[in-house]
């Protein structure tokens, strides 16, 4: 059988086409067998409907006055080349095998779908599970089963059920991802979730961001609310409001503009940077520590400096080369440094160092350290002990006068 053509609202029984098939608008084609095989082209002059699987060398649908329509496959599409409907619809009830595929308006496959290049104008829905080279979609892309894909790149939203496996995720709305992997970038618009464990190289988002099982990767970026409810390894976690990780953190820097929140520990290579509050219900471990707001932790050790504009709370306490608290702060738990500053009308507990300096108006319990300057107005609940110098205003009230030791007790970190 050669080329063969299926008129106008016609319906056609066919086994196996020795060329191009035709079908005019509204025509419904019937398989003989299992599946209609089509050696050449299949090319649908507008709707069109087949009753079984299709195979052919490539598939289009140009209709009549530019008009698509929708075309239904109630079965598989294999096809070795290029699959285009040009202002229509393509609905697959089976899978789909492409090399190409260009659909203007949408897509829809009921089982899995595979092709070099997905470009749909509008939606891209897949039942099961989707491999290519890189997915462009307009509107909504989403997916029940897995994605392993290179590049993705959506206008509007993103739902993918399972685990995906691509190098490239590019959405402009809403993205929603089963965990897996991006090995370059995931670039969010809005707002972002993967509902399983992710391993990432850089997250982006513009609004919010959630890591519904943790994750591991490099850097992360979120303009508005970061929440990981899981273990967090990173390179940088830069959040421009509020960060949360129920669990543990380790990373290289953290910077966020509102609150931070780590339900165990944070462990960092560099810096944290927090422009407002910060809480780790464990202990804290990095290299500075820099807090416009207050700060709670189990227990903090900085190889360097300790900054803490408001309130300082720890069980155990907080250890540093250097520790600077603001003015009016107030602190719970000893704090051990070479350096301690306490700005004026600050309140701390016992505090060993190296060199002390209590501004004026400020309270102290216990007092051990080499050198001591101690302003107007402080006040001394409990023992001072010094080795070298201490220098200290008339009307300081010391409940205890200060003891010159030749060896300080041992801090308790």
């Known amino acids: 059988m050669g ?3 299926v008129p106008k609202d016609a319906v056609a029984k066919l086994g196996r086409v020795e060329g ?12 003989e067998g299992a599946v209609i095989e089509v050696t050449g ?3 649908c002059e507008g709707e069109a409907e087949f009753q079984g699987s299709l195979s052919c060398s490539e598939f289009s649908a140009r209709g009549a006055w530019g008009f698509g329509g929708k075309i239904k496959i109630h079965g598989d599409l294999k096809v070795i080349g290029e699959v285009r409907v ?11 095998d492409a090399a190409t595929v260009n659909i203007d308006k949408a897509l829809w496959v009921g089982g899995n779908a595979r092709a070099d290049d997905f470009d749909v104008g509008g939606v891209l829905e897949v039942r099961g599970n989707i491999m290519g080279k890189k997915v462009d979609v307009g509107g909504s892309f989403k997916v029940q089963g897995a994605a392993d894909v290179d590049e993705v790149d959506v206008g509007g939203s993103v739902d993918i059920a399972g685990p995906v496996k691509c190098a490239q995720l590019d959405v402009g709305g809403m993205a929603r991802i089963g965990g897996g992997e991006v090995s370059k970038d995931v670039d969010v618009g809005g707002k972002f979730e993967s509902t399983k464990p992710l391993k990432f190289s850089k997250i982006d988002v513009g609004g919010l961001a959630t890591l519904s099982e943790g994750g591991e990767g490099g850097d992360i970026d979120v303009g508005g609310k970061f929440e990981s409810r899981a273990d967090l390894s990173f390179n940088s976690l830069d959040v421009g409001g509020l960060a949360s990780i129920n669990g543990n953190g380790k990373g290289v ?4 503009g509102g609150l931070l929140r780590v339900s165990g520990s944070l462990t960092l290579e560099k810096d944290l940077d927090i422009g407002g509050r910060a809480y780790v219900g464990a202990e804290l471990r990095l290299d500075s520590l820099e807090v416009g707001g207050s700060m709670e932790a189990d227990q903090i050790v900085a190889q360097n400096s300790i900054e803490v504009g408001g309130d300082l709370k720890t069980i155990k306490g907080a250890k540093g080369d250097s520790v600077e608290l603001g003015h009016g702060s107030r602190t719970t738990g000893p704090i051990v440094a070479r350096i301690v500053n306490v700005g004026h009308g600050g309140k701390v507990e016992d505090v060993y160092a190296d060199k002390l300096e209590l501004e004026h108006g400020s309270r102290a319990r216990n007092l051990y350290f080499r050198e001591g300057e101690i302003e107007a107005g402080v006040h001394i609940e409990g023992e001072v002990l010094y080795t070298d110098t201490i220098e200290s205003s008339p009307d300081v009230r010391f409940a205890k006068q200060p003891s010159k030791v030749n060896e300080l ?3 308790p970190l």
């Open 3 to 5: 080329d063969v053509s």
């Open 20 to 31: 191009d098939l035709r079908v005019g608008q509204g025509a419904r084609v019937e398989p």
């Open 41 to 43: 082209r299949v090319i």
């Open 86 to 96: 040009e202002n229509g619809q393509l609905s697959i009830d089976g899978s789909l």
């Open 253 to 256: 820097e953290v910077d966020v």
């Open 409 to 411: 007790p041992k801090p």
